[in-house]
Every structure is written in C-alpha cells, then in structure tokens.
C-alpha cells in the first residue's frame, strides 16, 4: 500500500513516467533513488524488479485516479489533516483554558472539545504542560501580531499599552501565561527552557523597539533600551497581575500613570545605584 504520494516512477500527474526528473530524487515522494547507475547512463531499469515496479505503478494510478479523489488532494491530504486536528486542538483548549484556570483542564477533556480520542492528542501533546506552551504560542501569536505595527509606528509604550488594553477586554490569555510562569521557573521541568525562551524573545522585541524609539527621537538618549525594556516590562506585567485580585482596578489607566513617571526618568541621567534605608 502506498501513502497519498505515487511510486517513483509516475510524473506530478499520476501517469507513468520512466525518465527520472532530478537525479537522485524520487518524483513525487523526494526519497533518494537507490540505483544511481541507472541514472548515470540515462537508462531504465528492465527485468522482473522493472515489472514489478510497473505493476506498482498502475496499481497505484488505478486506485488514486479513478473516483472523486485528486492528486494534488492526495499530496496535501496528511498534512493538511494533521494541521486540522492540531488546529481542533489548539482551538478546544482555548476555549477550555477561558474558563478554568490550568491545572482544572485535563488531556482527556481537551481531546473530546477536539474530537478526537485522547490517544491522538497525547502522540501531538503528551502531557498538559506540552499543550500549554502550544496554546501560548499559538494565543500570544494570535494576540500580539496584529499590534506590532503599533511598536513600529508609535513605539513600545504604546505597543506595551495596546497589549493591556486586549488583555483587559479578554484577560484569558494573560492568566494562562501567568499560570505558566511557574513552569518556566520549574528548571527540573522539559519545558521551563521553551518557555523562558518565550519571555527572553519578549523582551527582546521591546528592547529592539526602544532602540528605535530612541533613534527616531520617541524616547531620550538618556535612556538605555535594555535597561528600559527591563522597567517597562515589569511595569506591564506586573499591573496586569495586579489586576487580576484586584477586580475592579483600571489596569489602563493605571498603566498610564506609570508610564509616565517611567519616562520622565527616562528623560534623566542614570544615578549610581544606591539602596538606603
């Protein structure tokens, strides 16, 4: 039996095709081509391993040309299904995570949302820590592309401030990724690193933004971006989670009040550190 891709020896059309296309390559399925001599001397290869082959081949064409099917569904279709159930997956658990808080959401739970058996989900997930940094990917991509025009164009203050205000419409996303940080401060845990890879890339994004606020006269010379993106940062996170126990505080408009005494330092040579009691 074959997957969706056809024997060497048809072309893209499903039809019998002798000639290799590229030497060393399979047609379709891109294996590399065992008896190179054939390939060298621009000859096919005959006797009974030929018959074979051929057999194979209109076996093939027989069975994925005739009826509904089309090649070039047959070449997408394991891909494509796959990416459809990891799609469900990744959809079934958001919609879950909305409503319960992490370790309250188990695989099995997620895989009946999806529409498949938990079996299927632990060969992509093993295990809800695994599901989660997908999630996140996935959530946070959803959540922070749409806005970095936003760092391009107005710079990270505003970029920063355009994240609190999605979050405070929806603050699913941010709860999750707060449940997440004791995962990434678990370094016994497999993923810790994946997620602190996550955070480290975070910064960095508002780090490259305030070097281009400062080049372009947004923010003050003064103002050194990895030590701002370190400020900023703890500012935005930490109101945020300050807004989660306490309800009924205006994480943007305290975020506003913030940021302004921030830049106002910003806007100041940088004292030697000095801790007095």
Same mark, same amino acid.
Request: hydrophobic share 45%.
């Given at each position: 039996?074959?997957?969706?891709?056809?024997?060497?020896?048809?072309?893209?059309?499903?039809?019998?095709?002798?000639?290799?296309?590229?030497?060393?390559?399979?047609?379709?399925?891109?294996?590399?081509?065992?008896?190179?001599?054939?390939?060298?001397?621009?000859?096919?290869?005959?006797?009974? +391993?030929?018959?074979?082959? /051929?057999?194979?081949?209109?076996?093939?064409?027989?069975?994925?040309?005739?009826?509904?099917?089309?090649?070039?569904?047959?070449?997408? *279709?394991?891909?494509?299904?796959?990416?459809?159930?990891?799609?469900?997956?990744?959809?079934?658990?958001?919609?879950?995570?909305?409503?319960?808080?992490?370790?309250?959401?188990?695989?099995?739970?997620?895989?009946?949302?999806? *529409?498949?058996?938990?079996?299927?989900?632990?060969? &992509?997930?093993?295990?809800?820590?695994?599901?989660?940094?997908?999630?996140?990917?996935?959530?946070? /991509?959803? +959540?922070?592309?749409?806005?970095?025009?936003?760092?391009?164009?107005?710079?990270?203050?505003?970029?920063?401030?355009?994240?609190?205000?999605?979050?405070?419409?929806?603050?699913?996303?941010?709860?999750?990724?707060?449940?997440?940080?004791? &995962?990434?401060?678990?370094?016994?845990?497999?993923?810790?690193?994946?997620?602190?890879?996550?955070?480290?890339?975070?910064?960095a994004i508002v780090q490259r933004?305030?070097?281009?606020?400062?080049?372009?006269?947004?923010?003050?010379?003064?103002?050194?971006?990895?030590?701002?993106?370190?400020?900023?940062?703890?500012?935005?996170?930490?109101?945020?989670?300050?807004?989660?126990?306490?309800?009924?505080?205006?994480?943007?408009?305290?975020?506003? +009040?913030?940021?302004? +005494?921030?830049?106002?330092?910003?806007?100041?040579?940088?004292?030697?550190?000095?801790?007095?009691?």
């Amino acid at each position: 039996m074959w997957s969706s891709s056809p024997p060497a020896c048809l072309g893209a059309s499903g039809a019998s095709s002798p000639a290799p296309v590229a030497p060393g390559l399979g047609v379709a399925s891109g294996r590399r081509v065992r008896d190179r001599s054939s390939i060298r001397s621009g000859t096919t290869r005959t006797g009974p +391993r030929a018959s074979l082959t /051929q057999c194979r081949c209109s076996r093939w064409a027989s069975a994925h040309t005739d009826g509904p099917h089309h090649l070039t569904d047959l070449l997408a *279709g394991p891909d494509a299904a796959t990416e459809a159930v990891r799609t469900a997956v990744i959809e079934a658990a958001i919609a879950l995570f909305r409503e319960q808080p992490l370790h309250h959401v188990a695989l099995d739970e997620v895989a009946a949302a999806a *529409g498949i058996s938990t079996a299927e989900l632990t060969a &992509i997930h093993p295990t809800v820590d695994d599901l989660v940094i997908a999630v996140i990917r996935a959530w946070n /991509q959803r +959540r922070t592309a749409p806005l970095m025009p936003i760092a391009e164009g107005h710079g990270a203050v505003a970029f920063l401030r355009a994240i609190v205000l999605a979050n405070a419409a929806d603050p699913a996303l941010m709860r999750l990724l707060t449940s997440a940080a004791t &995962i990434a401060a678990t370094p016994t845990l497999p993923q810790a690193e994946q997620l602190q890879a996550s955070w480290i890339h975070f910064h960095a994004i508002v780090q490259r933004a305030l070097t281009q606020d400062v080049a372009v006269g947004r923010e003050p010379a003064t103002m050194e971006p990895a030590r701002g993106a370190e400020q900023l940062i703890a500012l935005y996170e930490g109101l945020q989670l300050q807004s989660m126990v306490r309800p009924h505080m205006d994480v943007v408009e305290a975020y506003d +009040r913030a940021v302004t +005494r921030l830049r106002d330092g910003w806007s100041r040579d940088y004292p030697p550190s000095v801790w007095e009691i």
